[in-house]
């Protein structure tokens, strides 16, 4: 069964994509003997593929004999099926999502009971950005992620500044520039990023720049972190090419959670770091994410708290974010109330 949503953010969040007011996907079931399964896909253009395009393959999917689409052209739509499928697996087993790939990606039993995160700010002015650096601080959150790449890279590296002055030493920040910068802007910019302490710096080159990446990787300033560039080049491409220090991983844009725990797993066995993120999705997904994130043995802080961006959702949140961390909900699959309330 196939349900589309349309949700709302609070406020548009500002990215050298443009802004993101709206977050439309679906939230699709399956039953395997019995057992049913849920997951959600939710395209956004520029990382996956478009909604027109998510909507026909996963009717495809549902309504014939087709195989699952290939992650790699549609990975909303892979997401969602991969999601269902493994949510009923986990569930015929009696563990919840990250119990279930534990076992079966990395061979593990136990893993965290709480996700560190970080507070994700826009590309607001700098007066804002401050005060939505304090109010992250003060609920508990020890790492902000600062969006930058949409104004002049100077403002950019003000705002960076100020938030540091009033955030302090202690707090890491972290900078996503969603590939908005050129070679030569990103260089002039790390001695200042690396003197105002930043613990990295997230895509400051177009996807497909990866030896650009590799060039300021190089340079050694500021630990680099690709995003974007996973959709132009795979793990073993970018080890390969020394481009990154840590990935960014989302599983709606890699096709699905064991798409997102085996490129977690490539990563690490080659000393990359990694972290997982959402895209801005509704409550299965960021659930789903959260899973993943659980199961991968070490996890730089997470951006899963982006729920509180949307204005409504498909179903009340079962995740709890207490002092800048996540827990997830004692359950089978994702989270046994989705069952009831999708």
């Known amino acids: 069964m196939i349900t589309p949503f349309s949700l709302r953010l609070k406020q548009p969040l500002s990215t050298a994509h443009g802004d993101i007011t709206e977050r439309r996907g679906f939230i699709f079931r399956i039953d395997r003997n019995g057992t049913v399964g849920v997951g959600e896909a939710t395209p956004l253009p520029g990382w996956t593929e478009r909604y027109d395009e998510c909507e026909t393959a996963l009717t495809t999917y549902a309504n014939t004999d087709a195989t699952a689409p290939d992650p790699t ?3 909303a739509c892979a997401h969602a099926i991969e999601s269902a499928e493994l949510d009923a697996a986990a569930r015929q087993n009696g563990c919840s999502l990250a119990a279930y790939l534990r076992k079966t990606v990395f061979g593990r039993s136990s893993g965290r009971d709480a996700i560190p995160l970080n507070a994700t ?18 609920n508990g959150f020890r790492c902000l992620k600062l969006k930058m790449g949409v104004s002049n890279p100077e403002d950019d590296l003000d705002r960076a500044r100020a938030v540091r002055d009033a955030v302090g030493e202690t707090i890491a920040i972290r900078v996503d520039v969603n590939g908005g910068w050129d070679r030569e802007t990103a260089t002039d910019c790390l001695p200042t990023l690396a003197a105002i302490g930043i613990e990295y710096l997230e895509q400051p080159l177009p996807a497909g720049d990866i030896e650009g990446h590799t060039m300021l990787r190089e340079r050694g300033a500021v630990p680099i972190a690709v995003d974007e560039s996973l959709q132009r080049a795979s793990v073993t491409e970018l080890i390969a090419a020394d481009a990154a220090d840590i990935l960014v991983l989302k599983p709606m844009v890699l096709g699905g959670p064991k ?34 994130a659980a199961a991968i043995p070490r996890c730089r802080p997470c951006g899963l708290a982006t729920g509180s961006f949307l204005a409504e959702d498909v179903v009340t949140d079962p995740l709890t974010i207490t002092d800048g961390a996540l827990c997830l909900p004692d359950t089978t699959g994702i989270f046994d109330g989705f069952i009831q309330s999708i």
């Open 73 to 75: 052209t549609h990975p």
């Open 121 to 138: 700010i826009g590309a607001e002015t700098t007066e804002k950005t401050v005060n939505q650096a304090i109010a992250a601080v003060e």
């Open 259 to 292: 798409q997102t725990a085996r490129a977690a797993q490539t990563a690490q066995e080659h000393g990359l770091d990694v972290v997982v993120t959402t895209t801005i999705d509704a409550a299965v997904a960021r659930t789903t994410a959260a899973h993943v």
